[in-house]
Protein backbone atom coordinates (compact mmCIF):
# COMPACT_ATOMS: atom_id res chain seq x y z
CA UNK A 1 0.00 0.00 0.00
CA UNK A 2 1.65 3.32 -1.00
CA UNK A 3 2.09 6.11 1.44
CA UNK A 4 -0.81 8.25 0.50
CA UNK A 5 -3.11 5.19 1.24
CA UNK A 6 -1.81 4.25 4.54
CA UNK A 7 -2.39 8.52 5.03
CA UNK A 8 -6.02 8.00 3.93
CA UNK A 9 -6.42 4.69 6.13
CA UNK A 10 -5.15 6.38 9.48
CA UNK A 11 -6.94 9.19 9.08
CA UNK A 12 -10.37 7.20 8.57
CA UNK A 13 -9.89 3.78 10.81
CA UNK A 14 -14.11 3.91 11.38
CA UNK A 15 -14.44 2.65 8.15
CA UNK A 16 -14.41 -1.05 7.11
CA UNK A 17 -14.05 -0.52 3.44
CA UNK A 18 -10.50 0.79 3.97
CA UNK A 19 -7.47 -1.27 5.39
CA UNK A 20 -4.62 0.10 6.69
CA UNK A 21 -1.38 -1.92 6.47
CA UNK A 22 1.26 0.35 7.89
CA UNK A 23 1.59 4.01 8.84
CA UNK A 24 3.88 6.76 7.46
CA UNK A 25 5.95 9.15 9.76
CA UNK A 26 4.17 11.50 11.92
CA UNK A 27 1.85 14.14 10.00
CA UNK A 28 2.23 17.69 11.41
CA UNK A 29 5.02 19.34 9.74
CA UNK A 30 5.99 21.70 6.81
CA UNK A 31 8.04 19.08 4.87
CA UNK A 32 6.33 16.09 2.76
CA UNK A 33 6.16 12.67 5.44
CA UNK A 34 7.63 11.02 2.12
CA UNK A 35 10.07 12.08 -0.19
CA UNK A 36 8.38 12.28 -3.89
CA UNK A 37 9.41 9.66 -6.54
CA UNK A 38 12.31 9.52 -8.26
CA UNK A 39 12.54 11.82 -11.51
CA UNK A 40 9.19 13.01 -10.86
CA UNK A 41 10.92 16.64 -11.61
CA UNK A 42 10.60 18.95 -13.09
CA UNK A 43 7.69 18.47 -14.54
CA UNK A 44 5.24 20.53 -16.26
CA UNK A 45 1.62 21.01 -15.80
CA UNK A 46 -1.09 22.42 -18.34
CA UNK A 47 -3.78 24.48 -17.16
CA UNK A 48 -6.68 27.06 -18.05
CA UNK A 49 -3.87 29.51 -17.69
CA UNK A 50 -1.00 27.78 -19.47
CA UNK A 51 1.44 25.90 -18.30
CA UNK A 52 3.57 25.93 -14.88
CA UNK A 53 6.79 24.22 -14.68
CA UNK A 54 7.81 22.65 -10.87
CA UNK A 55 11.72 22.31 -10.86
CA UNK A 56 11.63 20.51 -7.49
CA UNK A 57 9.69 19.02 -4.63
CA UNK A 58 7.99 21.74 -3.26
CA UNK A 59 8.33 21.62 0.37
CA UNK A 60 5.96 24.59 1.36
CA UNK A 61 2.57 24.24 -0.35
CA UNK A 62 -0.32 27.13 -0.36
CA UNK A 63 -3.23 25.70 -1.65
CA UNK A 64 -6.49 27.89 -3.08
CA UNK A 65 -9.02 26.19 -3.98
CA UNK A 66 -11.38 24.90 -1.30
CA UNK A 67 -11.11 21.33 -1.87
CA UNK A 68 -7.52 20.95 -2.32
CA UNK A 69 -5.75 20.82 0.69
CA UNK A 70 -7.75 17.71 1.41
CA UNK A 71 -5.68 15.71 -1.51
CA UNK A 72 -2.62 17.37 -0.53
CA UNK A 73 -2.74 15.80 2.75
CA UNK A 74 -4.08 12.66 1.76
CA UNK A 75 -0.60 12.56 -0.17
CA UNK A 76 1.55 13.34 2.94
CA UNK A 77 1.77 17.54 2.83
CA UNK A 78 0.57 19.50 5.48
CA UNK A 79 0.02 22.96 3.80
CA UNK A 80 1.17 25.91 5.33
CA UNK A 81 -1.58 28.00 4.24
CA UNK A 82 -4.63 26.63 3.00
CA UNK A 83 -8.78 28.18 1.82
CA UNK A 84 -11.64 26.07 2.31
CA UNK A 85 -15.35 26.21 2.92
CA UNK A 86 -16.71 28.30 5.54
CA UNK A 87 -18.46 25.31 7.25
CA UNK A 88 -15.06 24.80 9.70
CA UNK A 89 -13.02 27.77 10.81
CA UNK A 90 -9.57 26.08 9.46
CA UNK A 91 -11.14 25.27 6.20
CA UNK A 92 -10.92 21.69 7.06
CA UNK A 93 -13.07 18.72 7.44
CA UNK A 94 -12.93 16.77 10.75
CA UNK A 95 -11.88 13.39 8.28
CA UNK A 96 -8.30 15.89 8.10
CA UNK A 97 -7.67 15.84 11.85
CA UNK A 98 -5.18 12.88 12.24
CA UNK A 99 -3.25 13.98 9.27
CA UNK A 100 -3.40 17.48 10.52
CA UNK A 101 -1.62 16.30 13.99
CA UNK A 102 -0.50 19.57 15.67
CA UNK A 103 1.02 21.65 12.55
CA UNK A 104 0.08 25.18 12.79
CA UNK A 105 -2.28 26.03 9.92
CA UNK A 106 -3.15 29.53 8.48
CA UNK A 107 -6.43 30.32 6.83
CA UNK A 108 -5.63 32.00 3.70
CA UNK A 109 -8.49 34.94 3.04
CA UNK A 110 -11.05 33.80 -0.20
CA UNK A 111 -10.21 31.48 -2.44
CA UNK A 112 -11.44 34.05 -5.97
CA UNK A 113 -9.59 37.01 -4.91
CA UNK A 114 -7.17 35.56 -2.30
CA UNK A 115 -5.45 37.95 0.13
CA UNK A 116 -1.84 38.44 -1.99
CA UNK A 117 -0.02 39.65 0.69
CA UNK A 118 -0.81 36.91 3.35
CA UNK A 119 0.01 34.36 0.27
CA UNK A 120 3.35 35.85 -0.30
CA UNK A 121 4.00 36.28 3.85
CA UNK A 122 3.64 32.37 4.00
CA UNK A 123 7.49 31.90 1.50
CA UNK A 124 5.47 28.91 -0.30
CA UNK A 125 7.21 27.47 -3.33
CA UNK A 126 3.99 25.89 -4.96
CA UNK A 127 0.54 27.40 -4.96
CA UNK A 128 -2.66 25.04 -5.91
CA UNK A 129 -5.76 26.25 -6.94
CA UNK A 130 -7.75 23.65 -8.98
CA UNK A 131 -10.84 23.84 -6.99
CA UNK A 132 -10.18 27.51 -7.05
CA UNK A 133 -12.06 30.73 -9.40
CA UNK A 134 -9.39 33.44 -9.71
CA UNK A 135 -9.05 34.65 -12.99
CA UNK A 136 -6.02 35.20 -15.24
CA UNK A 137 -4.74 38.49 -13.42
CA UNK A 138 -4.91 37.04 -10.08
CA UNK A 139 -3.10 33.89 -11.41
CA UNK A 140 -0.61 36.19 -13.25
CA UNK A 141 -0.18 37.80 -9.90
CA UNK A 142 0.16 35.13 -7.47
CA UNK A 143 2.83 33.80 -10.24
CA UNK A 144 5.60 36.54 -9.37
CA UNK A 145 5.66 34.78 -6.10
CA UNK A 146 5.46 30.78 -7.23
CA UNK A 147 4.69 28.66 -9.47
CA UNK A 148 0.87 28.21 -9.64
CA UNK A 149 -0.89 25.23 -10.23
CA UNK A 150 -4.78 26.25 -11.86
CA UNK A 151 -7.77 24.54 -13.14
CA UNK A 152 -7.51 22.02 -15.92
CA UNK A 153 -8.62 24.14 -19.44
CA UNK A 154 -11.96 24.50 -20.34
CA UNK A 155 -13.71 23.54 -16.71
CA UNK A 156 -15.83 26.10 -15.28
CA UNK A 157 -14.44 27.06 -11.64
CA UNK A 158 -15.10 24.70 -9.02
CA UNK A 159 -16.20 21.96 -11.08
CA UNK A 160 -12.93 20.05 -11.40
CA UNK A 161 -13.66 16.72 -11.12
CA UNK A 162 -12.52 15.00 -7.88
CA UNK A 163 -10.49 12.30 -9.69
CA UNK A 164 -8.77 15.12 -11.94
CA UNK A 165 -7.99 17.39 -9.18
CA UNK A 166 -6.46 13.92 -7.32
CA UNK A 167 -4.15 13.79 -10.53
CA UNK A 168 -3.03 16.99 -11.23
CA UNK A 169 -1.94 17.58 -7.35
CA UNK A 170 -0.64 14.18 -7.23
CA UNK A 171 1.71 15.28 -9.88
CA UNK A 172 2.51 18.89 -8.65
CA UNK A 173 4.24 17.24 -5.57
CA UNK A 174 5.54 14.65 -7.02
CA UNK A 175 3.29 12.03 -6.10
CA UNK A 176 1.50 10.94 -9.60
CA UNK A 177 1.24 6.94 -8.41
CA UNK A 178 0.14 7.87 -5.39
CA UNK A 179 -2.51 10.25 -6.85
CA UNK A 180 -3.48 7.19 -9.36
CA UNK A 181 -3.53 4.90 -6.16
CA UNK A 182 -5.83 7.51 -4.23
CA UNK A 183 -8.31 7.56 -7.45
CA UNK A 184 -8.51 4.15 -7.45
CA UNK A 185 -8.94 2.97 -3.96
CA UNK A 186 -11.67 5.88 -3.86
CA UNK A 187 -13.29 4.37 -6.40
CA UNK A 188 -13.49 0.82 -5.71
CA UNK A 189 -15.27 2.09 -2.21
CA UNK A 190 -17.59 3.97 -4.37
CA UNK A 191 -18.22 0.46 -6.23
CA UNK A 192 -18.52 -1.84 -3.34
CA UNK A 193 -21.80 0.85 -1.90
CA UNK A 194 -23.16 0.45 -5.52
CA UNK A 195 -22.36 -2.90 -5.12
CA UNK A 196 -24.72 -3.45 -1.35
CA UNK A 197 -27.20 -0.33 -2.79
CA UNK A 198 -28.13 -2.11 -6.19
CA UNK A 199 -31.67 -0.73 -5.83
CA UNK A 200 -30.24 2.68 -5.90
CA UNK A 201 -29.54 2.61 -9.64
CA UNK A 202 -31.32 4.57 -11.97
CA UNK A 203 -33.50 6.19 -9.29
CA UNK A 204 -33.74 10.32 -9.42
CA UNK A 205 -32.27 12.05 -6.36
CA UNK A 206 -31.78 15.99 -6.04
CA UNK A 207 -29.20 17.64 -3.49
CA UNK A 208 -30.88 20.97 -2.66
CA UNK A 209 -29.32 23.93 -0.29
CA UNK A 210 -32.77 26.36 0.40
CA UNK A 211 -31.25 29.90 1.09
CA UNK A 212 -33.09 33.22 0.80
CA UNK A 213 -36.11 31.77 0.60
CA UNK A 214 -35.18 29.98 -2.73
CA UNK A 215 -33.72 26.87 -3.83
CA UNK A 216 -30.49 25.38 -5.41
CA UNK A 217 -30.31 22.19 -7.09
CA UNK A 218 -27.05 21.29 -7.65
CA UNK A 219 -26.12 20.09 -10.94
CA UNK A 220 -24.10 16.67 -11.91
CA UNK A 221 -21.01 18.82 -12.75
CA UNK A 222 -20.93 20.01 -8.74
CA UNK A 223 -19.79 17.91 -6.22
CA UNK A 224 -22.94 17.30 -4.22
CA UNK A 225 -24.61 16.24 -7.15
CA UNK A 226 -21.74 14.10 -8.29
CA UNK A 227 -21.94 12.36 -4.94
CA UNK A 228 -25.38 11.40 -5.36
CA UNK A 229 -24.73 10.53 -9.34
CA UNK A 230 -21.83 7.80 -8.18
CA UNK A 231 -24.32 6.32 -6.09
CA UNK A 232 -26.42 5.71 -9.04
CA UNK A 233 -28.80 8.29 -8.80
CA UNK A 234 -30.16 10.69 -11.77
CA UNK A 235 -30.70 14.13 -11.32
CA UNK A 236 -34.51 15.35 -12.44
CA UNK A 237 -34.54 15.88 -16.13
CA UNK A 238 -36.23 19.17 -15.44
CA UNK A 239 -33.51 20.60 -13.24
CA UNK A 240 -30.88 19.09 -15.58
CA UNK A 241 -32.11 20.71 -18.66
CA UNK A 242 -32.36 24.07 -16.52
CA UNK A 243 -28.68 24.19 -16.26
CA UNK A 244 -25.47 25.18 -18.51
CA UNK A 245 -21.72 24.50 -18.91
CA UNK A 246 -20.75 27.09 -16.62
CA UNK A 247 -23.06 26.79 -13.79
CA UNK A 248 -23.28 24.42 -10.71
CA UNK A 249 -26.76 25.10 -9.73
CA UNK A 250 -29.77 25.87 -10.65
CA UNK A 251 -31.80 28.88 -8.57
CA UNK A 252 -35.72 27.59 -8.18
CA UNK A 253 -38.39 29.93 -7.04
CA UNK A 254 -40.91 28.30 -4.72
CA UNK A 255 -43.16 27.84 -7.42
CA UNK A 256 -40.83 25.58 -9.22
CA UNK A 257 -39.99 22.62 -6.31
CA UNK A 258 -42.00 20.62 -8.11
CA UNK A 259 -38.89 20.03 -10.05
CA UNK A 260 -37.17 18.82 -6.96
CA UNK A 261 -39.18 15.52 -6.83
CA UNK A 262 -38.17 12.39 -7.45
CA UNK A 263 -36.89 9.24 -5.72
CA UNK A 264 -34.60 11.32 -3.16
CA UNK A 265 -34.29 14.84 -1.83
CA UNK A 266 -31.00 15.52 0.08
CA UNK A 267 -31.07 18.69 1.90
CA UNK A 268 -27.77 20.63 2.56
CA UNK A 269 -28.20 22.03 6.01
CA UNK A 270 -25.98 22.53 9.21
CA UNK A 271 -28.74 21.20 11.17
CA UNK A 272 -29.97 17.27 10.40
CA UNK A 273 -33.10 18.52 12.32
CA UNK A 274 -33.80 21.13 10.16
CA UNK A 275 -37.49 20.59 7.93
CA UNK A 276 -37.74 22.09 4.34
CA UNK A 277 -41.09 21.81 4.45
CA UNK A 278 -41.85 23.44 7.76
CA UNK A 279 -43.76 26.32 6.61
CA UNK A 280 -43.75 25.91 2.63
CA UNK A 281 -47.39 24.11 1.61
CA UNK A 282 -45.40 23.84 -1.95
CA UNK A 283 -43.96 20.33 -1.12
CA UNK A 284 -47.05 18.75 0.34
CA UNK A 285 -47.69 17.89 -3.61
CA UNK A 286 -44.01 16.33 -4.02
CA UNK A 287 -44.16 12.43 -4.29
CA UNK A 288 -40.74 12.36 -2.26
CA UNK A 289 -41.92 14.64 0.34
CA UNK A 290 -45.24 12.30 0.73
CA UNK A 291 -42.73 8.81 0.76
CA UNK A 292 -40.76 10.59 3.29
CA UNK A 293 -37.58 10.37 1.07
CA UNK A 294 -36.07 13.48 2.34
CA UNK A 295 -32.53 13.31 4.28
CA UNK A 296 -31.36 16.18 5.66
CA UNK A 297 -27.34 16.88 6.43
CA UNK A 298 -25.67 17.64 9.14
CA UNK A 299 -22.90 19.76 8.96
CA UNK A 300 -20.39 17.56 8.85
CA UNK A 301 -22.37 15.56 6.64
CA UNK A 302 -22.68 18.56 4.08
CA UNK A 303 -19.20 19.24 4.27
CA UNK A 304 -18.18 15.65 3.46
CA UNK A 305 -20.37 15.69 0.63
CA UNK A 306 -19.37 19.17 -0.94
CA UNK A 307 -15.98 18.55 -0.49
CA UNK A 308 -16.07 15.40 -2.46
CA UNK A 309 -12.36 14.76 -1.90
CA UNK A 310 -10.69 11.37 -1.45
CA UNK A 311 -10.48 11.60 2.57
CA UNK A 312 -14.35 13.33 2.87
CA UNK A 313 -16.24 10.76 0.44
CA UNK A 314 -15.16 8.03 2.75
CA UNK A 315 -16.49 9.88 5.58
CA UNK A 316 -20.18 10.93 3.65
CA UNK A 317 -20.50 7.37 2.45
CA UNK A 318 -20.27 5.85 6.34
CA UNK A 319 -22.72 8.70 7.29
CA UNK A 320 -25.11 9.26 4.73
CA UNK A 321 -25.52 6.39 2.90
CA UNK A 322 -27.58 4.08 5.83
CA UNK A 323 -30.07 6.92 6.45
CA UNK A 324 -30.21 7.32 2.61
CA UNK A 325 -30.94 3.30 2.62
CA UNK A 326 -33.20 3.70 5.27
CA UNK A 327 -35.55 7.04 3.76
CA UNK A 328 -35.72 4.93 0.86
CA UNK A 329 -37.12 0.94 2.59
Do not use: K
Not at 172 to 198: D, I, V, Y
Not at 230 to 242: K, R
Amino acid sequence: MSPALRALARALPLLLFLTACGTGSEPGTDDPTEPAAEGAFPVTIEHEFGSTTIDEAPERVVTLGVTDADAVLALGVVPVGNTGYTFYASGLGPWTDALVGDAELTRVESDSEPNVEQVAGLAPDLIIGVSAGFDEGVYETLSRIAPVVARPTGVAAYTVPREDATEMIATALGRPEEGAALNEETEALLERTRERHPHFDGLVGTAVLPYEGRYGAYLPGDARGRFLDSLGFGVPEAVEDLGDDEGFFVELSPERVDLLDGDLLLVMSDDEEFDITEGAAVFDGLDVVREDAVVTTSLDERGAVTYNSVLSVPYALDALVPRIDEALS
